[in-house]
């Protein structure tokens, strides 16, 4: 075939062009999508690549971005969609290269030529446990059905319906079986990580939360203090809301008040409705053991019993330990920093429940931007912003920030140039799961700028020294970088609240009212 | 069911659907994981996602399932006579009626629709029955509605190909003497120039006549010598050990049944003759098949609740399946286009799109779902026997059951992959494959190659949306 011959100097340069294919019934997850998109815009000559499947939302991103064509248009759910813009050349050679990119090794121990599952139904009987990650309007459905084959599931996947979350609930409670999730962020059974997982000495505590985030700081931290983990149970985040009613705490409840290997029951959510708090806080009471309950923010009055009601997930872990007899980390203080030239907080985490905790002490920030558009200028508000960008609103059609950093690093360029901003907070996530190194994105945004010319950073490390990533190694690379650390989410927030805002008496009673009602 | 223990039960085994690099986390703590090679159900629709979950382990559609195939299992096919078409079946008994009814292959299909060689069939029975005396007069009566058209299925009778069955045509009656159930088919023309495949012409006509005239009293003959009929459960069983598949591989078995009815044929009027046609048709026993296959899927039909695929057939325009809780609706699509081989002179170019009442032989686990048994045929689609084993293994993950007597040498003896669940097809997204003959698209002209099919995942999406999930 005739190649069109590359623009030489004097002619003017070729003109980029969009093309769009599809591959039928080619299904790939949002990560390895992200990663062949990410190989093939390496390509010289390839502008954009953009590989989605082919769902009326993503359709809709990629129209936005003016990278959908007629073709692309008539794929459908099931289809895979390679948007691409760049010159004709470089489209042929992206176009031959997308199926080595998007080949799956087989995986280790697998015999070659075994056909392997497609569907839970398919799964050998012995199989005790469904992990589910699809996209959200496929996840509550393979949950059902893993239910229905006698499997416990763990649903990762948001964007779930809500009455689909009920009924797989529900389904599960029916059939003694629990379903964590959907939006479940962390697990660990019996030593076994689901999800996003730290590397965590073993131990006495059970954990249940609501929070996926929350469950890792506060694990890591009683990990820091010497305390060990035996189970933890995650919910998703919408269980102890009016519509679940908790279903999945309470039961989850009930395994761990079972589990003679646990001393000791920590729950922790979000702010739940009061009557569902009321109702897990009743099963509390009723406890062999005792129990701390960490409903961030929420004023709850101690139900009595043995539990301990406390805000926010530093005084969940310090609680924690004291009852069993340990020590607490003795309260920290945050240095003097200088603050930048705005009056405005940037907090950008890739946890709900740390967006959760600072909103306590600045409930006037805003909580959303709308959704990311890939190549649009992005514009901060002229107020305090703190974003969970973990939220459905910016992860339809890609994944969690904790895999992909690529949103977080655009709206942490925005944050570091705008002459708005007083600080930026940033939470640091490792563990099984998280990228190799995620520290690295963050740093290549905050290092293009020189330390004089930008707002101060202050973050925190959710790990422990064990985790693949080693919390110890990338604290150093975030100091190194200029950034400012705190210990935990909870110094974090308070930090960055008194540089933007003086301190009052009424905040500082809510963010160290560690555990004193019990 | 006693659900498994959460905690305290190692060593864990996991499925991991969705995101593979999660399938890593359990694996670091020496957890066995599976990750699947998932797509999204339903060809990606989130709603009949659902439904198919709600439909998944539900403990009515479960034992309906269970009643669905034991009784298609339960069936014995037993061949027990050749009677002219008008003389059992009532639809095409002009002389009670006054009609000029026509049964035609796959779901209903009105004459302006049909595709050429079905057309052919039509214009080749009008002059069969002396309805017209020229192809012309035949179209015409045809354009005018002085002919009626119903599909084979809908009276117990299955028709290859074009599937045109008229009132004088004989066809093969089979019975399951458990329940005196019967079904019926035509008698297979043999290779080459045939009215099923839309050939026309003195040499089609005179061999129609001449099977109803001779061929058909002379198997009535040499039948009534065998009271009990002729078992063909057993002799597919052993057909499916010497290489037949019994859908488009009909060798073994088509010697077998000449074998048991050879010494009475042999004492008929013009038994050298008959002997003659029947040892130069290696298809002759793919009617039988098929008309075995219906008795049993038919059985299964009409189960409330019950997902199981009971029949799938094409009329050469559009393909359509049938479920056993769904009553007598049709889920179609348009057809699909047979991969395969073509002979001299001949290419896709001049196929029509894919024919036939004999995918019903998939659907009681032979064809396709027997490829295992047949590396004969692999050819077809330039496969090797690989392929073979490979997807019989694969039909294995869309059926409920394995047949207790129909087993495949080649895997260990296993029963054939039996029963297709309306459920897993559209869970798997593995398509049911077909192995069938090639027609050429234009009326007149007939078989022009074979090869291998796959019924459309649109048929069975429809079937799920008409699905009710039960109480």
Redesign the interface.
């Known amino acids: 075939m005739e190649r069109t011959p590359h623009a030489t100097p004097g002619q003017p340069p070729e003109q980029a062009r969009t093309l769009n294919v599809v591959r039928s019934?080619?299904?790939a997850?949002?990560?390895?999508l992200m990663r062949a998109a990410g190989h093939l815009t390496d390509l010289p000559g390839v502008e954009t690549a953009s590989l989605v499947?082919a769902?009326a939302p993503n359709k809709r991103l990629l129209a936005d971005a003016g990278l959908l064509t007629a073709d692309g248009d008539r794929a459908?759910?099931?289809?895979l969609l390679i948007a691409l813009r760049g010159s004709a050349d470089a489209l042929d050679r992206a176009v031959a290269a997308v199926d080595g990119l998007l080949d799956?090794d087989v995986?280790p121990g697998?015999e070659p030529g075994a056909?392997?599952?497609?569907?839970?139904?398919?799964?050998?009987p012995?199989?005790?446990?469904?992990?589910?990650?699809?996209?959200g309007?496929?996840?509550?459905?393979?949950a059902?059905?893993?239910l229905?084959?006698?499997?416990?599931a763990f649903v990762?996947?948001d964007n779930v319906p809500l009455d689909?979350e009920v009924r797989l609930k529900e389904e599960a409670h029916r059939?003694?079986?629990?379903a964590m999730g959907p939006d479940c962020g962390t697990a660990l059974?019996?030593?076994?990580?689901?999800?996003f997982?730290n590397a965590l000495r073993p131990g006495r505590i059970g954990l249940i939360g609501a929070s996926g985030t929350g469950l890792q700081q506060i694990s890591c931290l009683l990990d820091a203090a010497g305390e060990g983990v035996r189970?933890m149970i995650g919910t998703g985040g919408r269980d102890l809301g009016a519509e679940v009613g908790g279903r999945t705490t309470l039961d989850a409840f009930e395994?761990l008040d079972a589990?003679p290997g646990c001393a000791l029951i920590l729950l922790v959510s979000k702010p739940p409705d009061p009557r569902v708090a009321a109702r897990v806080l009743a099963r509390a009471v009723r406890a062999e053991k005792p129990v701390v309950a960490a409903f961030l923010g929420a004023d709850h009055p101690a139900p009595g019993g043995s539990v301990t009601v406390v805000t926010t997930l530093r005084a969940a872990a310090d609680t924690a330990v004291r009852v069993l007899g340990g020590t607490p980390t003795p309260p920290w203080t945050a240095p003097h920093t200088e603050p930048g030239p705005g009056p405005f907080l940037r907090a950008l985490y890739a946890g709900g429940t740390f967006a959760y905790e600072a909103r306590q002490v600045l409930p006037a920030a805003a909580e959303t931007l709308g959704p990311f558009v890939p190549g649009r200028q992005l514009a901060l508000p002229e107020r305090h912003v703190i974003l969970d960008l973990g939220d459905d609103t910016y992860t339809a059609g890609r994944?969690h920030p904790m895999?992909d950093p690529t949103v977080r690093a655009a709206h942490l360029r925005a944050a570091l140039t705008d002459p708005g901003t007083r600080v930026v907070v940033l939470d640091v996530v490792l563990g099984?799961?998280a990228g190799p190194d995620p520290v690295a994105p963050l740093t290549a945004e905050i290092e293009r700028i020189p330390v004089r010319e930008r707002p101060p950073v202050i973050a925190f490390v959710v790990g422990t020294d064990r985790d693949p990533q080693d919390a110890r190694a990338q604290r150093d690379l975030l100091t190194a970088a200029g950034v400012l650390l705190a210990p935990t989410s909870t110094d974090a927030a308070r930090w960055a609240a008194d540089l933007v805002a003086p301190r009052t008496a009424a905040r500082e009673s809510r963010l160290t009212a560690a555990g004193g009602r019990s | 069911?006693?659900?498994?223990a959460?905690?305290?039960?190692?060593p864990?085994?996991?499925?991991?659907?969705?995101?593979?690099?999660?399938?890593?986390?359990?694996r670091?703590?020496?957890?066995d994981?599976?990750?699947?090679?998932?797509?999204?159900?339903a060809?990606?629709?989130?709603d009949l996602?659902?439904k198919?979950?709600?439909l998944?382990?539900?403990a009515r559609v479960e034992r309906a399932n269970e009643e669905a195939v034991a009784r298609l299992l339960g069936v014995r096919p037993v061949w027990r006579d050749v009677r002219t078409a008008r003389d059992c079946l009532p639809v095409l008994d002009d002389r009670a009626t006054g009609e000029r009814v026509l049964l035609h292959a796959g779901p209903p299909v009105d004459w302006a629709d049909m595709c050429g060689p079905m057309r052919a069939g039509v214009i080749g029975a009008a002059l069969l029955e002396g309805w017209a005396d020229t192809p012309e007069q035949a179209q015409r009566l045809a354009d005018q509605g002085a002919l009626r058209f119903e599909p084979c299925h809908h009276h117990e009778a299955v028709g290859p190909m074009g599937g045109i069955t008229s009132p004088s045509m004989p066809v093969l009656v089979v019975e399951d003497p458990g329940t005196g159930r019967r079904s019926y088919a035509n008698l297979n023309e043999g290779a080459g120039r045939c009215l099923r495949y839309g050939a026309l012409g003195d040499d089609v006509m005179d061999r129609l006549r001449w099977m109803a005239d001779v061929l058909a009293p002379a198997l009535r003959e040499a039948l009534r010598a065998r009271t009990d009929g002729v078992d063909l459960r057993a002799v597919t069983a052993q057909a499916l050990q010497m290489g037949d598949e019994c859908h488009s591989r009909n060798t073994a078995a088509s010697a077998l049944l000449l074998r048991e009815l050879a010494a009475p044929l042999a004492r008929t009027a013009h038994g050298p003759d008959v002997l003659e046609f029947l040892a130069g048709n290696h298809y002759w026993f793919l009617n039988f098949s098929m008309a075995a296959s219906k008795l049993a899927t038919s059985a299964a039909h009409g189960v409330p609740h019950s997902t199981l695929v009971t029949a799938f057939a094409r009329n050469g325009v559009e393909v359509g399946i049938r479920v056993s809780g769904l009553g007598d609706a049709w889920f179609t699509a348009p057809a699909a286009h047979v991969e395969g081989l073509y002979f001299a002179g001949y290419g896709p170019q001049d196929a029509n799109p894919d024919i036939g009442d004999s995918a019903i032989t998939e659907t009681n686990g032979l064809g396709g779902f027997s490829l295992a048994a047949a590396p004969a045929i692999t050819g077809f689609v330039g496969g090797t026997v690989d392929l073979a084993l490979?997807t019989s293994?694969?039909m294995a993950?869309i059926t409920l059951a394995r047949h207790e007597a129909y087993r495949l040498p080649a895997l260990g003896g296993i029963g054939a992959p039996v029963g297709i669940d309306l459920?897993?097809v559209l869970?798997?997204?593995?398509e049911p494959v077909v192995t069938t003959g090639i027609a050429h698209r234009e009326p007149g002209i007939g078989q022009i190659g074979a090869g291998l099919v796959h019924a459309p995942l649109e048929c069975f999406r429809g079937a799920l949306a008409a699905f009710p999930v039960p109480a």
């Not at chain 1, 229905?148 to 416990?152: E, F």
């Not at chain 2, 959460?6 to 190692?10: I, K, P, S």
């Open positions: 019934d080619a299904y997850d949002s990560v390895a499947m769902t459908r759910p099931a289809d799956q995986p697998e056909p392997v599952p497609r569907a839970l139904t398919e799964t050998d012995a199989t005790g446990l469904a992990l589910i990650s699809v996209p309007p496929y996840a509550a459905a393979e059902l059905k893993a229905r084959r006698g499997l416990h990762f996947s689909q059939l003694g079986l629990l059974l019996d030593g076994v990580p689901l999800g997982a189970q395994l589990d994944p895999i099984h799961g | 069911m006693t659900a498994p959460l905690l305290g039960d190692a864990a085994r996991i499925a991991s659907v969705g995101v593979a690099a999660f399938a890593d986390v359990p670091t703590a020496g957890a994981v599976t990750h699947l090679d998932w797509r999204p159900p060809g990606g629709d989130p996602a659902w198919l979950a709600e998944t382990g539900h490979r293994r694969d993950r459920r897993a869970d798997t997204g593995i």
